[in-house]
């Protein structure tokens, strides 16, 4: 899933839970920052003071991606949450430790289940609503990377991709099979963003030689559905969804603008929300990865690339800092508690 599903829809479903539009924002904004925390290491400061931070994700185009021991760390935990063949913690599936890691879609992912209680159990902490975007971000992430692997290997190979909605948005079949011969057989690299674009319905053929039907805008609304009865429960309310009404909304946003450009599927969001599209009324929402705006340069100044930093006492409750508190918690917890329950060893 891309900005326009992340941000925009995310904020929407988190207003359709009940959170307030301050809420709202960090939510939304901390679930698509997923994707562009590239940056890693320790940040110093000019009195002495420092702070380390993880990565939730790599470039598409990085040598880190050839790495197992990074992909382990970033992209199973953040983009491709093991399934554990849908059983539950104590039973295995069958075949061999690769089965017990391929992503399986959030209401049949026992680790996705278990991965929500633990952001839940944290509602009390001052980093709460940042873990949570951080949760549903990989919660949603499910449906769209079900069936791939956050690590190099052949389960992630993808032949014989066709375009089953007529969208006009695949390459030609040759590009396919030169990406098929170039890209690493990491996660869905080789389906491109084929998993990612909300109007799409596709074929391929897996690594283990099976034929794959997708269809993405029902796995995304369903995904939107169930993201906002986990809001619902995180506010500790009634699980209900999304109102009807507000599904046909969404279901139409996904569809109808069919590009493979994500910034303007966003921009298609945004304008629906400040025009008061739906049942919360009209807001104002954005998205700054980098910039004055951003949450970066809102922490550490406008030049967030110096060597050392100005230090502030309000670095220490910034929006920027509580995320990266919250990705390390996330990781640590499911890396150390939450996975090892599945037999699976990964960090």
């Known amino acids: 899933m ?5 941000h925009a829809t995310t904020y929407v479903t988190a207003r359709l839970a009940g959170f307030t539009h301050e809420q709202a924002d960090i939510v939304a904004y901390a679930a698509q920052y997923v994707d562009d925390a590239t940056n890693s290491g320790t940040v110093v400061f000019e009195n002495g003071a420092m702070y380390t931070r993880i990565s939730s994700a790599h470039k598409t185009v990085e040598r880190e991606n050839l ?3 990074e992909n382990l760390l970033v992209w199973l935990p953040f983009h491709f949450l093991p399934g554990n063949g ?3 913690a104590g039973q295995d599936p069958t075949g061999n430790f690769i089965e ?4 399986r879609s959030g209401t049949a992912n026992p680790v996705a289940q278990d991965m929500l209680s633990a952001a839940f159990d944290e509602r009390g902490a001052n980093c709460a609503l940042h873990r949570l975007g951080i949760a549903l971000h990989t919660y949603t992430d499910t449906w769209a990377h079900q069936g791939f692997a956050g690590t190099l290997h052949p389960v992630n190979e993808v032949e014989d991709i066709e ?3 007529g969208s006009g948005q695949l390459p030609p079949g040759w590009v396919n099979r030169l990406l098929e011969d170039v890209v690493p057989a990491l996660g869905h690299g080789r389906a491109q963003v084929f998993p990612d674009m909300p109007f799409l319905s596709w074929r391929y053929r897996n690594g283990q030689k099976q034929t794959v039907s997708r269809n993405n805008t029902d796995a995304f609304c369903e995904a939107a559905n169930e993201m906002c009865k986990s809001m619902q429960r995180f506010l500790q309310q009634s699980d209900r969804g ?4 507000d599904q046909d909304k969404i279901r139409a946003l996904f569809t109808d603008l069919k590009t493979d450009n994500a910034g303007k599927r966003h921009r298609a969001w945004l304008d629906a929300i400040a025009e008061g599209s739906f049942g919360f009324g009209p807001a104002s929402v954005s998205y700054a990865c980098t910039g004055s705006q951003s949450w970066k340069a809102q922490a550490l100044g406008a030049s967030t690339d110096l060597p ?5 006492p309000e670095f220490l409750q910034s929006n920027w800092k509580r995320f990266h508190d919250a990705l390390q918690r996330h990781r640590l917890n499911l890396l150390h508690d939450i996975l090892p329950r599945y037999g699976i ?3």
């Open 163 to 165: 375009d089953l909605s």
């Open 308 to 312: 050392v930093h100005r230090y502030t």
């Open 2 to 6: 891309q900005i326009d599903f992340h």
């Open 67 to 69: 790495r197992n021991t």
């Open 86 to 88: 849908g059983l539950t």
């Open 242 to 245: 999304i109102p009807a009404a």
């Open 345 to 347: 060893c990964a960090g």
């Open 100 to 103: 017990k890691i391929i992503c």
